[in-house]
């Protein structure tokens, strides 16, 4: 098992069901969720989708596996999705 985001969390849904179902960037791109660049992503959306993006994190990333080990990481990220919006 590698410490990505996808292998600490066993409900990750785009690992379960595929990116083509459920579409992950982090997944997509092979890099955990804190170590990507989330702006690219974010920053197209419109305020609705921002909303809804950061309300997810808000209330899953910390409820992750993942998270107990990269909390910072994780908090960081979510800060970073925030300034976006």
């Known amino acids: 098992m590698s410490g990505a985001c996808w292998d600490l969390n066993p409900n990750c849904r ?3 069901e595929g990116a083509a179902k459920e ?4 997944f997509e791109q092979k890099k955990s969720c804190w170590e ?3 702006k690219p992503f974010i920053k ?3 305020e609705e ?3 809804i993006i950061l309300e997810w994190r ?3 990333c910390p409820e992750c596996p993942a998270y107990k080990n990269h909390q910072v990481e994780i908090d960081l990220m979510i800060k970073s999705i925030l300034s976006e919006i």
């Open 36 to 38: 990507l660049d989330w």
């Open 14 to 16: 785009s690992k379960a």
């Open 23 to 26: 579409p992950c960037p982090s």
């Open 44 to 46: 197209p959306l419109s």
């Open 58 to 60: 808000r209330d899953n």
């Open 49 to 51: 989708e921002k909303m």
